[in-house]
């Protein structure tokens, strides 16, 4: 039940003292009724509205009687705890966390706690504003739009749409992001990306790769059933806090061990039974130096590497390399710690595996996801409760962005961009391809043949900066990028800062969306050509959005838009007009004025993720959910009666099939114990059915209830009919195959196709054209629900593999980060050569061969803090979160501290090899080992020692300015995804003074 802490009248806090005091630049509350359009009875309620904290209830007057309580869903961290608002007259009064909902079961962080004073921000932008001589002046949506509507068109016959890039984000709701990327395909570019690519793209690459699909495996509740828990890079205690509390579950109800592998002495390593420190960007040295032992020893599981696991013999030749002395040279980490540890693993079956951006963020990030994998398929961890790979992804819907494809590289499900892709969805959409296609560029390649921009990846996020730099002439693209819309994204979480200064100042046009300004306003010296556009919080909107354990959750909205700002989807539908695409990107979605309708945005995803199964999860059953949160067991997250019966809360994806189908969605991934209509499934069959002669489906393991025991390949009309299941199809879903396979006109309507007709005469070559039809193109869903009907899993039943062949290192191997101090591994362990991909040319070895190292000798790398959130402008400008930490800092080592003559709380100077420096508090701490340093990633509004807070607009200054970490690192970018490297750089720390 809920239970108001209002009651009592919390002391005012420092802050809220210094707020007062900003004076001026601060708006006060008469203001903020006034401009938010809040009733005069809201004014006692408006008590709450800055600095202070909830008053008592009587305050309220009358009105406390209609309180209504809304429910939605922390917009911080993508553990997804429930926030319940108090809502009064329209306005925001109070909040408690969400006592029903198996993730946060009551719990908040710091965060969640204050996501009201997020959603009521004073410091949010609160009407379009653009940069004219140097000034920001207030304009109009209508002018606004208008104006940059007509300079993206310009470039558009210029340059092509390819020089208009759009930066989405993990932000959005799963329709905003679903249509953003359909947004991008209307504009005619893929140079459409968002924050995935430079937090998990490694990961999603490197275990797609190796299983099927890139998310995580299992969820924050199944670790309850863990009987080991290895986190390698990865702070959940100030990442994800309330992970943690079934993180400790296990650790205190099942005697579990927890292990922690990082760099850094971290909070959560502060929990740990056996804290492994080692050297940053030496991952994959440090697994294969714990699967030494397990294979020195037998520990592995053979027989579950028979069945399901294609390559780890090679796996096991490279392994063999790594013997306990040649481990402790490269990590510096004794051979006697990871015997200790394999034998931990080995002993505590099943064991969790848990990574997060200590892992993935490095120049070669998809060879550690990809050892971390091969890891828990040697212990024979995968597809079992308890087991899995328990990726923690970082905002809140960054698993959704990336699910509905706010991507370079694919559209909405991971179809990808091939011909077939692209023809898919614009069966979805409604449209014909060539309309689709009309909107690309083409461009000439090198040998005179054309290349037709809209099945190359676009530049991704962390590149983008090198679109605008570049020569033109090294662009796989026809121009440069000219005009770059920040549509809910802070540039203090890329790398390269003074780049990317020099590429804004460059741009044409700089459009920044977003409820709060970010660096972006502000870290270039432009004079115009600017707009700051107010977007809303998720919290004045409502809509879906993906945790991390891939269920789905549904947000109502607690208040209505604020300021002047509006919801991304309402911004996209006045662009869409504006660039006359509006009636085709919304044909099958009602717009209620300027609003398109959320539930018809769900639905028409629903209608075409079928890949992944986003299929099942609509909008109706979403809400059932939410609803009904305590009824879900808190364990298991299934539905113990109630009238979500056998459901996984939020559905988990895969939920195979349409809504009417009912699947449960599938709470574990891979695990064959149960049916597939229940949940179950093997390993996807992604890789072809054969490899140098080698099985690469499944032998002598199968989803119980399967018709088929043993591997299979995925599901085609082909094999349907093979198998005589076809007879299964109803009259629609048949006819609705042969539209997708080209033999009708028109896409056969449910209610039109009787229970009874026929399809009439076949064609002699009716299986061959029908044939090629399969379980991610067919728009029925009837290929899906009759292999589950038979038990089978759509996708097939296939082995796991551990040697990526298509990739550039197919073993993962340790290489040396391109800036680092051990040279004397560069011999046996050197970077990639140089090239080009994702359009834009790439360095690494022509940077790892100038030795940096005697002018900047300490590893430097970043990371999160409790406190704050991403970049960090909405937390930095939450006045209870701005009190916790209000400094940006260093955190050095003592001994390198006495070294450099430094002392705690002194400020340093921190210099890049690239030339970028920071001026921050040096933290003397042993929480680094000697010879690294750490430095947050969230502060932002200083400039290499100049406080930038007069160039805010007024009043949207952040309450809490800082360095960013990255004005000081470095280049650096994943061989397969173009993920940037923070983890492992290097620095020269000066005192001042
Ligand atoms: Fe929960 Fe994460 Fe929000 Fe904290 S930030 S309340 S852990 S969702």
């Known amino acids: 039940m809920l239970r108001k802490k209002t009651s009592s009248v919390a002391s005012r806090t420092r802050l809220a003292s210094a707020i007062e005091a900003m004076g001026a630049s601060a708006m006060d509350r008469r203001a903020f009724l006034r401009r938010s359009g809040l009733a005069a009875g809201g004014l006692a309620a408006a008590g709450t509205l800055t600095g202070g904290m909830v008053r008592k209830a009587k305050a309220a007057g009358p009105t406390a009687a209609t309180a209504e309580i809304k429910k939605t869903v922390c917009t911080h961290c993508s553990v997804g705890c429930t926030v319940l608002a108090e809502v009064q007259d329209g306005v925001w009064t109070g909040q408690e966390p969400g006592f029903d909902s198996p993730f946060n079961l009551g719990s908040h962080c710091a965060k969640g706690a204050s996501v009201r004073e997020h959603a009521h921000g004073e410091r949010r932008l609160k009407y379009p504003t653009k940069l004219v001589n140097g000034k920001w002046e207030r304009v109009s949506w209508e002018q606004a739009i208008n104006e940059i509507g007509d300079q993206m068109m310009k470039i558009r016959d210029e340059s092509g749409p390819d020089s208009v890039y759009w930066l989405g984000s993990a932000k959005h709701s799963n329709e905003q992001a679903y249509l953003v990327r359909k947004f991008a395909a209307f504009w005619g570019t893929n140079n459409v990306d968002h924050q995935a690519r430079i937090c998990h ?16 495996t299992n969820s924050y509740n199944d670790i309850h059933n863990s009987k080991a828990i290895l986190i390698i890079g990865g702070n959940p205690a100030e990442a994800h806090p309330v992970s943690l509390l079934h993180v400790l579950k296990a650790k205190e109800e099942n005697n579990a061990p927890l292990i922690v592998c990082d760099p850094r002495f971290t909070r959560t390593a502060a929990h740990a039974s056996e804290y492994v420190r080692f050297r940053p960007g030496s991952d994959v040295a440090l697994v294969w130096g714990i699967l030494w032992h397990i294979f020195e020893n037998g520990w592995e599981d053979k027989e579950f590497i028979r069945q399901r696991v294609w390559g780890m013999d090679e796996i096991k030749t490279e392994v063999a390399n790594w013997t306990p002395d040649e481990v402790e040279r490269v990590t510096g980490v004794p051979g006697s710690q990871l015997k200790r540890v394999a034998r931990t693993l080995a002993n505590n079956r099943p064991g969790t595996l848990i990574w997060c951006m200590g892992g993935t963020q490095h120049t070669n990030g998809n060879n550690n996801t990809r050892a971390y994998c091969a890891l828990q398929l040697a212990l024979g961890n995968m597809g079992k409760a308890g087991g899995g790979t328990n990726i923690f992804r970082g905002h809140d ?72 730099l570049e020569d033109k002439e090294n662009l796989v693209q026809p121009d440069n990028t000219r005009a770059m819309v920040f549509w809910g994204h802070a540039p203090n979480s890329q790398t390269r800062l003074p780049d990317m200064k020099r590429a804004m100042e460059k741009l044409d046009l700089l459009v920044i969306m977003d409820p709060f300004p970010t660096m972006s306003a502000i870290m270039h010296d432009r004079k115009d050509g600017v707009y700051l556009l107010p977007a809303t919080t998720q919290f004045e909107t409502y809509g879906s959005v993906t945790a991390s354990n891939r269920s789905i959750q549904w947000r109502e909205k607690v208040v209505e838009p604020l300021f002047e700002s509006k919801p991304d989807h309402v911004i996209a539908y006045l662009l869409a007009k504006k660039f006359g695409f509006a009636e085709d990107l919304f044909k099958n979605i ?25 299929t099942g999860q609509s909008p109706e059953r979403l809400k059932l959910h939410m609803e009904n949160q305590h009824t879900f067991d808190r364990t298991t997250l299934r539905a113990r009666g109630g009238p979500a019966d056998g459901d996984f809360y939020g559905m988990p994806w895969p939920c195979w099939g349409t809504a009417e189908m009912n699947h449960p969605g599938s709470a574990v991934l891979y695990d064959t114990s149960l049916p597939v209509a229940e949940g179950g499934m093997g390993f996807r069959a992604r890789f072809g059915v054969e490899r140098n002669g080698d099985n690469l489906l499944a032998e002598g393991s199968w989803p119980v209830g399967s018709e088929i025991e043993d591997g299979y390949p995925e599901f085609t009309m082909a094999m349907l009919i093979k198998l005589g299941w076809d007879k299964d199809l109803t009259p629609y879903e048949r006819q609705t195959i042969e539209w997708v396979a080209g033999m009708r006109d028109a896409r056969p309507s449910s209610e039109e196709v009787g229970e009874t007709s026929q399809t009439g005469d076949m064609p002699s070559d009716y299986d061959e054209k029908v044939g090629g039809v399969n379980w991610k193109t067919d728009l029925s869903g009837g290929i899906q629900r009759v292999a589950i009907a038979h038990g089978c899993a759509p996708y097939g039943n296939a082995k796991a593999r551990v040697v990526v062949w298509t990739f550039p290192d197919p073993v993962p191997l ?104 920071v001026k921050v508090m040096a933290m003397v701490t042993e929480r680094v080992g000697t010879g690294v340093a750490f430095m947050p990633f969230h502060f932002g509004g200083h400039w290499q020692g100049e406080d930038q807070r007069s160039k805010y607009p007024k009043g949207a200054d952040p309450y809490v300015l800082g360095e960013a970490t990255n004005t000081a690192q470095t280049y650096g970018y994943d061989s397969v995804t173009q993920m940037q490297e923070t983890k492992a750089t290097l620095c020269r720390i000066e005192r001042i003074g």
């Open 590 to 614: 009602e717009v209620n004025g300027e609003e398109p309708l959320i539930e018809d945005l769900t639905r028409e995803f629903n209608r075409g993720m079928w890949t992944i199964g986003y």
């Open 397 to 468: 819907n960054v698993q959704g962005a990336t699910d509905l494809g706010v991507l370079a590289d694919t559209l909405p499900g991971y179809y990808g961009l091939s011909k077939g892709s692209w023809g898919h969805w614009a069966r979805v959409w409604d449209v014909s391809f060539d309309n689709l296609a009309g909107r690309f560029a083409t461009m000439k390649k090198p040998d005179g043949s054309d290349r037709e921009m809209m099945f190359e990846t676009g530049i991704p996020v962390s590149r983008w900066i090198d679109g605008v």
């Open 201 to 216: 793209s490694t990961t999603v690459a490197g275990v797609a790769n190796t299983w099927g699909y890139g998310a995580m």
């Open 814 to 917: 340790h290489r040396e980060p391109l800036y680092t101090v051990r040279r004397d591994l560069l011999d046996k362990y050197a970077t990639y050569e140089d090239k080009t991909f994702w359009r834009v040319p790439t360095r690494y070895e022509s940077i790892q061969k100038t030795d940096y190292s005697k002018d900047f000798p300490i590893i430097l790398t970043s990371g999160r803090l409790v406190e704050y959130e991403g970049g960090g402008d909405e937390t930095r400008s939450n006045p209870w979160l701005a009190e916790l930490q209000q400094d940006m800092f260093i955190e050095v080592n003592t001994r390198d501290a006495n070294d450099l003559g430094v002392r705690d709380g002194e400020m340093v100077w921190v210099h890049g090899p690239e030339g970028g420096k």
